[in-house]
Antibody, heavy 119, light 109 residues
Framework: EVQLVESGGGLVKPGGSLRLSCAVS????????MSWIRQAPGKGLEWVGL??????????DYAAPVKGRFTISRDDSKNTLYLQMNSLKTEDTALYYC??????????WGRGTLVTVSS | DIVLTQSPATLSLSPGERATLSCGAS???????LAWYQQKPGLAPRLLIF???SRATGIPDRFSGSGSGTDFTLTISRLEPEDFAVYYC??????????FGPGTKVDIK
């Protein structure tokens, strides 16, 4: 069974930084394409970004609202996905999920980690 | 980028009834790369349907998807108590961009 566990969320001031982690077990992480998806409180889902496997080039793509501020990376030796978030804004407040990509979709999801950006 | 709309925003039905949820795209969804997810309160979304009409692993056959181009439908043939939730459609718009619709809440009448 594939399991994803996010961590690293918390309260941060506007302009601050935070790094989220997503530990993956039960699958061959190194072959997996991975995404971050967020959900503001009481709102819908928003794709944040994707990282391909290293064997598929390791390409990284971001949604427009986070491009230039967020960085996705992976450590295949630790089966872990990361999201470095800089220059945080109040509108970045959300529950952040990691998910495995299944072709053009998101198959396995973690339970999320909450990021609150507030002064 | 593709913009998705979903209707209705809320659907109030009774267990055993048929639910029909719509998802519209601002431009044709290439390859019909359209998925549906179910989300219950406090839980992560669950993939139900991909490629517009293929059921994901373990999804009951009362869930079905249809449509192509810009108009897609999720049908739940007979609502079970556990089906009351929020449903999102999601499209791959090319250029490695993924878009979600705003969601339809199916609640108990």
């Amino acid at each position: 069974e594939v399991q994803l566990v996010e961590s690293g969320g918390g309260l941060v001031k506007p302009g601050g930084s935070l790094r989220l982690s997503c530990a993956v077990s039960g699958s061959t992480f190194s072959n997996a394409w991975m995404s971050w998806i967020r959900q503001a409180p009481g709102k819908g889902l928003e794709w944040v970004g994707l990282i391909k496997s290293e064997t598929d080039g390791g390409t990284i793509d971001y949604a427009a609202p986070v491009k230039g501020r967020f960085t996705i990376s992976r450590d295949d030796s630790k089966n872990t996905l990361y999201l470095q978030m800089n220059s945080l804004k109040t509108e970045d407040t959300a529950l952040y999920y990691c998910a495995t990509d299944f072709w053009f979709y998101f198959e396995h999801w973690g339970r999320g980690t909450l990021v609150t950006v507030s002064s | 980028d593709i913009v998705l709309t979903q209707s209705p925003a809320t659907l109030s039905l009774s267990p055993g009834e048929r639910a029909t949820l719509s998802c519209g795209a601002s431009q044709s969804v290439n390859g019909n790369y359209l998925a549906w997810y179910q989300q219950k309160p406090g839980l992560a979304p669950r993939l139900l349907i991909f490629d517009a009409s293929s059921r994901a692993t373990g999804i009951p056959d009362r869930f079905s998807g249809s449509g192509s181009g810009t108009d897609f439908t999720l049908t739940i043939s007979r609502l079970e108590p556990e089906d009351f939730a929020v449903y999102y459609c999601q499209a791959y718009g090319g250029s490695r961009i993924f878009t979600f619709g705003p969601g339809t809440k199916v609640d108990i009448k």
